[in-house]
Protein backbone atom coordinates (compact mmCIF):
# COMPACT_ATOMS: atom_id res chain seq x y z
CA UNK A 1 0.00 0.00 0.00
CA UNK A 2 0.84 3.21 -0.63
CA UNK A 3 1.89 5.62 2.24
CA UNK A 4 3.03 9.93 1.81
CA UNK A 5 5.45 10.76 5.24
CA UNK A 6 5.86 15.05 5.83
CA UNK A 7 8.55 16.03 8.55
CA UNK A 8 8.60 17.74 10.12
CA UNK A 9 5.00 17.87 12.43
CA UNK A 10 5.87 21.41 13.72
CA UNK A 11 8.05 23.88 13.25
CA UNK A 12 8.85 27.77 14.74
CA UNK A 13 11.12 29.93 12.56
CA UNK A 14 11.95 33.45 13.32
CA UNK A 15 11.27 35.70 10.43
CA UNK A 16 13.86 36.05 7.33
CA UNK A 17 15.02 32.11 8.36
CA UNK A 18 15.19 29.54 5.57
CA UNK A 19 12.62 26.87 5.49
CA UNK A 20 12.74 23.03 3.95
CA UNK A 21 9.59 20.94 4.28
CA UNK A 22 10.33 17.25 3.17
CA UNK A 23 7.56 14.84 1.62
CA UNK A 24 8.18 11.52 0.55
CA UNK A 25 5.78 8.85 -1.27
CA UNK A 26 6.11 5.07 -0.71
CA UNK A 27 4.50 2.31 -2.73
CA UNK A 28 3.70 4.13 -5.94
CA UNK A 29 6.07 5.11 -9.00
CA UNK A 30 5.98 8.59 -10.98
CA UNK A 31 2.97 9.81 -8.54
CA UNK A 32 1.98 13.39 -9.45
CA UNK A 33 3.11 15.24 -6.03
CA UNK A 34 0.91 18.27 -4.90
CA UNK A 35 2.42 21.20 -1.45
CA UNK A 36 -0.79 22.69 -0.52
CA UNK A 37 -1.49 25.48 1.95
CA UNK A 38 -4.32 25.86 4.56
CA UNK A 39 -3.75 29.55 6.70
CA UNK A 40 -6.22 29.45 9.53
CA UNK A 41 -9.91 29.46 8.54
CA UNK A 42 -9.45 28.83 5.76
CA UNK A 43 -9.41 26.10 2.37
CA UNK A 44 -7.08 24.51 0.78
CA UNK A 45 -4.91 26.84 -1.61
CA UNK A 46 -2.29 24.81 -4.33
CA UNK A 47 1.39 26.01 -4.44
CA UNK A 48 3.31 23.57 -6.61
CA UNK A 49 2.43 20.53 -8.30
CA UNK A 50 5.13 18.18 -9.91
CA UNK A 51 4.51 15.44 -12.95
CA UNK A 52 7.95 14.35 -12.83
CA UNK A 53 11.48 14.97 -11.84
CA UNK A 54 12.52 17.98 -11.95
CA UNK A 55 8.98 19.27 -13.19
CA UNK A 56 7.41 22.21 -10.65
CA UNK A 57 4.77 24.21 -11.54
CA UNK A 58 3.85 27.21 -9.59
CA UNK A 59 0.33 27.62 -8.97
CA UNK A 60 0.66 31.15 -6.48
CA UNK A 61 3.92 33.93 -7.01
CA UNK A 62 5.49 33.86 -3.75
CA UNK A 63 8.24 33.60 -1.10
CA UNK A 64 8.59 29.82 -1.37
CA UNK A 65 9.83 27.34 -3.86
CA UNK A 66 9.45 23.58 -4.98
CA UNK A 67 11.86 20.53 -5.86
CA UNK A 68 11.47 17.42 -6.87
CA UNK A 69 15.08 15.51 -6.60
CA UNK A 70 13.72 11.95 -6.77
CA UNK A 71 10.79 10.72 -8.06
CA UNK A 72 8.82 10.15 -5.13
CA UNK A 73 10.67 13.09 -2.94
CA UNK A 74 9.13 16.83 -3.03
CA UNK A 75 10.74 19.61 -1.17
CA UNK A 76 9.24 23.10 -0.06
CA UNK A 77 11.42 25.65 0.73
CA UNK A 78 12.15 29.56 1.26
CA UNK A 79 15.82 31.40 1.09
CA UNK A 80 13.76 33.86 3.93
CA UNK A 81 10.77 33.11 5.33
CA UNK A 82 7.76 35.88 6.30
CA UNK A 83 5.17 36.46 8.70
CA UNK A 84 2.39 35.78 6.13
CA UNK A 85 4.17 32.28 5.29
CA UNK A 86 3.15 30.56 8.92
CA UNK A 87 0.11 28.14 8.08
CA UNK A 88 -0.54 24.75 7.82
CA UNK A 89 1.37 22.71 5.08
CA UNK A 90 0.06 19.50 3.09
CA UNK A 91 2.14 17.31 0.55
CA UNK A 92 -0.35 14.85 -1.37
CA UNK A 93 0.12 12.32 -4.48
CA UNK A 94 -2.02 11.08 -6.65
CA UNK A 95 -1.26 8.59 -9.50
CA UNK A 96 -0.52 9.42 -13.01
CA UNK A 97 -4.10 8.90 -14.64
CA UNK A 98 -6.57 9.18 -11.72
CA UNK A 99 -7.68 12.33 -10.04
CA UNK A 100 -7.72 11.36 -6.13
CA UNK A 101 -5.21 12.98 -4.43
CA UNK A 102 -4.01 11.16 -1.04
CA UNK A 103 -2.60 13.87 1.65
CA UNK A 104 0.14 13.71 4.01
CA UNK A 105 -0.10 14.64 8.31
CA UNK A 106 1.21 18.40 7.56
CA UNK A 107 3.26 20.22 8.99
CA UNK A 108 2.33 22.99 11.26
CA UNK A 109 4.66 26.30 10.42
CA UNK A 110 4.27 29.71 12.52
CA UNK A 111 6.90 32.11 11.94
CA UNK A 112 7.32 34.47 14.48
CA UNK B 1 -12.71 34.34 -7.90
CA UNK B 2 -13.91 31.14 -6.05
CA UNK B 3 -14.67 28.77 -8.36
CA UNK B 4 -15.71 25.71 -5.71
CA UNK B 5 -18.01 27.42 -3.25
CA UNK B 6 -19.30 25.96 0.15
CA UNK B 7 -21.60 29.00 1.41
CA UNK B 8 -22.13 27.29 5.03
CA UNK B 9 -18.91 27.83 7.02
CA UNK B 10 -20.58 25.12 9.58
CA UNK B 11 -23.56 22.70 10.03
CA UNK B 12 -25.00 21.46 13.40
CA UNK B 13 -27.14 18.06 13.14
CA UNK B 14 -28.23 15.82 15.88
CA UNK B 15 -26.68 12.29 16.22
CA UNK B 16 -28.62 9.88 14.13
CA UNK B 17 -29.90 12.19 11.35
CA UNK B 18 -29.25 13.31 7.98
CA UNK B 19 -26.21 15.33 7.43
CA UNK B 20 -26.57 17.56 3.87
CA UNK B 21 -23.41 19.18 3.11
CA UNK B 22 -23.69 21.33 -0.16
CA UNK B 23 -21.01 22.10 -3.11
CA UNK B 24 -21.19 25.00 -5.73
CA UNK B 25 -19.30 25.39 -8.59
CA UNK B 26 -18.41 27.41 -11.50
CA UNK B 27 -15.83 26.27 -14.01
CA UNK B 28 -17.94 24.01 -16.50
CA UNK B 29 -14.64 22.23 -17.27
CA UNK B 30 -14.62 20.43 -13.66
CA UNK B 31 -15.67 16.62 -14.68
CA UNK B 32 -14.55 14.98 -11.52
CA UNK B 33 -15.40 15.99 -7.74
CA UNK B 34 -14.40 14.61 -4.85
CA UNK B 35 -15.04 15.06 -0.93
CA UNK B 36 -12.19 15.20 1.69
CA UNK B 37 -12.70 15.28 5.67
CA UNK B 38 -10.27 16.62 8.24
CA UNK B 39 -9.64 16.82 11.47
CA UNK B 40 -7.82 19.51 13.19
CA UNK B 41 -4.20 19.50 12.43
CA UNK B 42 -4.30 16.05 10.15
CA UNK B 43 -4.05 15.88 6.29
CA UNK B 44 -7.29 15.70 4.38
CA UNK B 45 -8.93 12.07 4.18
CA UNK B 46 -10.89 10.99 0.96
CA UNK B 47 -14.30 10.31 1.42
CA UNK B 48 -16.29 9.95 -1.85
CA UNK B 49 -16.16 10.77 -5.32
CA UNK B 50 -17.80 11.24 -8.55
CA UNK B 51 -17.28 11.56 -12.19
CA UNK B 52 -19.13 14.00 -13.94
CA UNK B 53 -20.67 10.68 -16.07
CA UNK B 54 -22.73 10.03 -12.85
CA UNK B 55 -25.31 12.08 -10.99
CA UNK B 56 -25.24 9.76 -7.73
CA UNK B 57 -22.73 7.46 -6.06
CA UNK B 58 -22.96 5.77 -2.76
CA UNK B 59 -20.45 4.33 0.08
CA UNK B 60 -22.24 2.88 3.14
CA UNK B 61 -23.40 5.99 5.23
CA UNK B 62 -21.84 8.32 2.35
CA UNK B 63 -23.74 9.37 -0.80
CA UNK B 64 -22.74 12.72 -2.98
CA UNK B 65 -25.27 13.77 -5.69
CA UNK B 66 -24.45 15.83 -8.32
CA UNK B 67 -26.66 18.14 -10.76
CA UNK B 68 -24.64 19.63 -13.48
CA UNK B 69 -27.43 21.60 -14.68
CA UNK B 70 -26.90 23.77 -10.96
CA UNK B 71 -23.78 22.92 -10.76
CA UNK B 72 -24.41 21.80 -7.76
CA UNK B 73 -22.87 18.66 -5.22
CA UNK B 74 -23.83 17.70 -2.32
CA UNK B 75 -22.74 15.01 0.61
CA UNK B 76 -25.34 12.82 2.39
CA UNK B 77 -24.47 11.17 5.71
CA UNK B 78 -27.10 8.85 6.86
CA UNK B 79 -27.27 8.50 9.56
CA UNK B 80 -25.30 10.95 10.90
CA UNK B 81 -22.56 9.77 14.13
CA UNK B 82 -20.45 12.35 16.69
CA UNK B 83 -17.63 11.08 15.12
CA UNK B 84 -18.34 12.35 11.74
CA UNK B 85 -17.66 15.83 13.69
CA UNK B 86 -14.88 17.75 11.33
CA UNK B 87 -14.61 20.07 8.41
CA UNK B 88 -15.61 18.62 4.86
CA UNK B 89 -13.82 20.02 2.16
CA UNK B 90 -15.58 19.58 -1.61
CA UNK B 91 -13.01 19.62 -4.73
CA UNK B 92 -13.09 19.67 -8.28
CA UNK B 93 -10.67 18.40 -10.80
CA UNK B 94 -10.04 19.52 -14.42
CA UNK B 95 -6.79 20.32 -16.28
CA UNK B 96 -3.55 18.14 -17.55
CA UNK B 97 -2.12 17.35 -14.18
CA UNK B 98 -5.56 16.82 -12.75
CA UNK B 99 -5.18 19.16 -10.16
CA UNK B 100 -7.74 19.99 -7.49
CA UNK B 101 -9.71 23.24 -6.57
CA UNK B 102 -11.27 22.94 -3.09
CA UNK B 103 -13.87 25.10 -1.49
CA UNK B 104 -13.33 26.55 2.03
CA UNK B 105 -14.69 24.07 4.12
CA UNK B 106 -17.83 23.55 6.17
CA UNK B 107 -18.04 22.56 10.07
CA UNK B 108 -20.03 19.61 10.80
CA UNK B 109 -20.42 18.70 14.10
CA UNK B 110 -22.60 16.28 15.62
CA UNK B 111 -24.47 16.50 18.44
CA UNK B 112 -24.89 13.65 21.24
Known amino acids: SQTIHQWPATLVQPVGSPLSLECTVEGTSNPNLYWYRQAAGRGLQLLFYSVGIGQISSEVPQNLSASRPQDRQFILSSKKLLLSDSGFYLC???????????FGPGTRLTVL | DQQVKQNSPSLSVQEGRISILNCDYT??????FLWYKKYPAEGPTFLISISSIKDKNEDGRFTVFLNKSAKHLSLHIVPSQPGDSAVYFC???????????FGSGTQLTVLP
Open chain 2, 91 to 101: AASAGSARQLT
Open chain 1, 92 to 102: AWSAQDRDTQY
Open chain 2, 27 to 32: NSMFDY
